[in-house]
């Protein structure tokens, strides 16, 4: 029989009142406000666990490093190491035959019904030979674990868009993850590398609602992609002020002033960084 999500929970040791927790933070990060941690709660008592693999294409892996370490440790562990992570091959404990034996368990178990994530991009030039893990191209792993997805999340800039490595001349052809894969809904967490909040909070989201979240013309959640970083940022009233900083280490920039003459793209950029002061 399937475990539900709380069942999981507490065979991992993890408290009562710790999961009440988690369902609280949960409802504050996606900002639907503390009445809706019961119906959080319940979700999770009562629907059976939803798996996530985690694949790596072309990436740094920072899109990981920002995801471990989220600023509610509580949220992190709980949808890292106990909710949903079957697979992982950076972070998980079993290497090379062991791992990919897991990943095609998973797949042939949760068939049609596990969300998958990717971290990076697949390159596709020289038949994908830039990208080889468990002995084959990168995109043959990707299309084959895409095929039963029931939705992917794209981490991250490479993910999303190809970030550097899609770069001109961009040599391996690396190709962001929605224009290799067609037939899935594909939710865009971009960022390089994505809040972990918002990272935590999307998959928390689509594990609770059993449904994707609203997105926007290009594919983000609108509920963390639909605020301007310039109208919340703490710097604001020193732009609104005219106080800029000139140099990277000249007094204004001791004093916190407004970025804007260094390059700042806040004004034309869509995130929750000023939101969750990131
Ligand atoms: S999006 Fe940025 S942080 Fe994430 S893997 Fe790519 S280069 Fe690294
Ligand atoms: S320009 Fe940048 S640093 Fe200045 S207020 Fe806007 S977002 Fe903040």
Redesign the pocket.
């Given at each position: 029989m399937t475990e539900t999500f709380y069942e999981v929970l507490r065979r991992q040791g993890i408290t009562r009142r710790s999961f009440l927790k988690f369902c609280s933070l949960t409802a504050t990060s996606l900002g639907l406000g503390s009445a809706f941690a019961p119906k959080i709660a319940h979700a999770l008592e009562s629907k059976p666990r939803t798996p996530v693999l985690w694949l790596h294409g072309l990436?740094?892996?920072?899109?990981s490093?920002?995801f471990i370490r989220s600023a509610h440790p509580l949220t992190k562990d709980v949808v890292l190491s106990m909710l949903s992570l079957d697979y992982d091959d950076t972070l998980m404990a079993a290497a090379g035959h062991q791992a990919e034996a897991i990943l095609e368990e998973v797949k042939a178990r949760y068939k049609g019904n596990y969300i998958l994530a990717v971290?990076?991009n697949p390159p596709l030039n020289e038949d994908g030979m830039f990208c080889i893990q468990s002995g084959r191209p990168f995109i043959e792993k990707l299309k084959e674990t895409a095929k039963d997805a029931k939705a992917i999340i794209s981490?991250?800039?490479?993910?999303s868009w190809g970030?550097?490595q899609a770069a001109k001349p961009n040599p391996t052809r690396a190709t962001p993850v929605h224009k290799v894969i067609f037939d899935k809904p594909i939710i865009k967490v971009?960022?390089?590398?994505?809040i972990a909040e918002v990272m935590t909070a999307v998959v928390t989201y689509m594990l609770t609602f059993d449904r994707i979240p609203e997105l926007d013309r290009q594919g983000r959640p609108k509920m963390f992609y639909g605020q301007r970083i310039h109208d919340k940022c703490y710097r604001r009233p020193h732009f609104d002020a005219g106080q800029f900083v000139e140099q990277w280490d000249d007094d204004q920039a001791r004093m916190g002033y407004c970025l804007y003459k260094m390059g700042c793209k806040g004004p034309t950029t869509y995130n929750a960084c000023s939101t969750v002061r990131w």
């Open positions: 990436e740094c892996t920072c899109c490093e920002s971290e990076g981490w991250g800039s490479c993910a970030c550097v971009p960022g390089c590398p994505p």
